[in-house]
């Protein structure tokens, strides 16, 4: 029988719209605790990057949107998005 057990991965994360200002860039390389789940990984980027938590936005895994109680075992990539508007 196997465990899952946490370990720190670079992870590329990526801000987009209004999370630049908040964050200062476009693109980091974090070290995050996988497997998590989203929640979780929510939090771990929050931490590094105080005024997120203010804001609402989605979370993409390598390019798949995912829900907050997903688990992640690992990722290579995550995206903040804003809501985006149209017309």
Known sequence: MTTSR????????RYFGPLL????TA???????LPARVNDIERQIQ???P?????????AVDEAFR?????I???REIALLPAFSGG
């Open 47 to 49: 931490r590094s990057r």
């Open 27 to 33: 693109e980091e390389t974090l070290e995050l605790a």
């Open 51 to 59: 005024g997120l938590e203010l804001h609402r936005y989605r979370i």
């Open 21 to 24: 200002d908040v964050t200062g």
């Open 6 to 13: 946490n370990s720190v991965h670079p992870v590329v994360v």
């Open 73 to 75: 075992e690992q990722a």
């Open 67 to 71: 829900d907050g109680g997903d688990s």
